[in-house]
C-alpha cells in the first residue's frame, strides 16, 4: 500500500482552485470505476463544486442500485471543463472517444491496475491497493473528510465487487479493516451484495446457457467462451446482460484462464479472468487493454480483425504464459 501524501496534498489543491470538474471511467465500467466516480462527485458537490459524470457506455443495470448513477451522461454537451478526472482509465483514450474533444486545465488520475500509465498532471497510482475505492477511502481519511452513509455504500460496492467478496489474492488485512469501517454506517450490505453477485435477468441466463454450450477448452487450462451479435439480437439483450458470464469456467479444478469474446455491430469486447500466478493483465495489454492480474479486457474494431483470426490470436499468446 502506497502512503501517497504527497499526492492527497496535491490533489486537495488542486480541488481548492478550480470549480467545474469532468469525471469519466473506463470502458465498460465496473462497480469500482462507478462507486469511486460517485463517491468523488458526492465530495465535490458537497465543497459546491459543478460536476459532469461522463461513461462512454451504458452501465450494467446491477449498477443503477448505486446512489447517483442516474446521473451519469453519454454524451458531453461541454468541451472546456476546469480539470477532467479519470477514474481507472489506463490511458486517456480508456475514458471514452469524447475525451480529445475536450479541454482541461489540469488532469487527475486515480487507479490501482498495475497497466495504468503516467499521463496526467496528477497521478494518484497504488498497484497493491485491491481497488480504487479502496484508495478513494484513504484519501477521504486523509483529507478529513466526513463521509456518509451513500459514500460508504459507493465504496464498499467498489471493494466487495474488485476483490470478489475478499476471495481474489489482491485482497489485505486493510481491506477487511476499511470494509469494517464502511459498514458503521448501516446501509443494507445484504441487498448490495445480492445485487451483485445473486440477482441477474433472463437475458443473462439466456445469454450464459449459449456461452456455455459454446465452450471450448484448450490447453487443458483455458477455456473460451463466445457470445455472437445474433445471440445479442435473439435474446433482445446487450453487453450489460453479460455480467459474471465469464466466470463460469474458473469452477472447473484445470481452468486457469478463462475468456469471453462478445461481439456487435463494431467491434469484439473480450474479457479474462485467471486463479494462480497467470496475469491476464499483460495479455490483455498486449492487445491494447488493461486490467487486474486476474481480471482484464481489451476491445478490436471489426474492420481490423475477423472472429477466426481474434481467436487463434488469443490462442497464440494465452499458450506463452500457461
Known amino acids: 500500500m502506497e502512503l501517497l501524501h504527497k499526492e492527497i496534498k496535491e490533489f486537495r489543491k488542486i480541488i481548492k482552485k478550480n470549480q467545474t470538474f469532468f469525471m469519466t471511467v473506463h470502458l465498460n465500467p465496473d462497480a469500482d470505476a462507478i462507486g469511486s466516480m460517485l463517491s468523488v462527485a458526492l465530495y465535490l458537490e458537497n465543497l459546491g463544486k459543478k460536476i459532469f459524470l461522463y461513461s462512454h457506455d451504458v452501465l450494467n443495470e446491477n449498477l443503477l442500485i448505486l446512489p447517483g448513477a442516474k446521473k451519469i451522461k453519454y454524451k458531453t454537451t461541454s468541451k472546456a471543463f476546469d480539470v477532467g478526472i479519470f477514474f481507472e482509465c489506463s490511458t486517456p483514450e480508456r475514458g471514452g472517444n469524447e475525451i480529445k474533444e475536450i479541454s482541461f486545465k489540469k488532469t487527475i488520475s486515480i487507479d490501482h491496475h498495475k497497466t495504468a500509465k503516467r499521463y496526467a498532471d496528477l497521478n494518484i497510482l497504488d498497484f497493491k491497493s485491491p481497488s480504487t475505492s479502496e484508495i478513494i477511502f484513504r484519501i477521504f481519511k486523509r483529507i478529513g473528510f466526513k463521509m456518509d452513509k451513500n459514500i460508504a455504500k459507493l465504496l464498499y460496492a467498489g471493494i466487495v465487487t474488485d476483490t470478489g467478496r475478499?476471495?481474489?489474492?489482491?485482497?489485505?488485512?486493510?481491506?477487511?479493516?476499511?470494509?469494517?469501517?464502511?459498514?458503521?454506517?448501516?446501509?443494507?450490505?445484504?441487498?448490495?451484495?445480492?445485487?451483485?453477485?445473486?440477482r441477474t435477468t433472463y437475458q443473462n441466463i439466456k445469454l450464459l446457457a449459449r456461452a456455455i454450450e459454446r465452450m471450448k477448452i484448450y490447453y487443458q487450462k483455458f477455456a473460451m467462451l463466445v457470445l455472437r451479435e445474433k445471440d445479442f439480437r435473439e435474446f433482445k439483450a446487450g453487453f450489460e446482460h453479460t455480467e459474471n458470464i465469464?466466470?463460469?469456467?474458473?469452477?472447473?479444478?484445470?481452468?486457469?484462464?478463462?475468456?469471453?469474446?462478445?461481439?456487435?455491430?463494431?467491434?469484439?469486447?473480450v474479457t479474462f479472468r485467471s486463479k494462480g500466478n497467470i496475469d491476464v493483465s499483460e495479455i490483455a495489454l498486449f492487445f491494447g487493454g488493461g486490467g487486474h492480474k486476474s481480471a482484464s479486457g481489451f476491445k478490436v474494431s471489426k474492420n481490423k480483425i475477423d472472429i477466426e483470426t481474434l481467436k487463434k490470436s488469443i490462442l497464440k499468446e494465452i499458450k506463452k504464459y500457461i
Request: with cysteine.
Open 166 to 198: 475478499f476471495h481474489y489474492p489482491q485482497t489485505t488485512p486493510q481491506t477487511h479493516i476499511i470494509a469494517g469501517e464502511l459498514l458503521k454506517y448501516k446501509f443494507d450490505f445484504t441487498k448490495l451484495n445480492d445485487n451483485f453477485f445473486v
Open 246 to 269: 465469464v466466470n463460469y469456467p474458473m469452477m472447473i479444478d484445470e481452468v486457469k484462464v478463462s475468456c469471453l469474446i462478445k461481439e456487435d455491430r463494431e467491434k469484439f469486447s
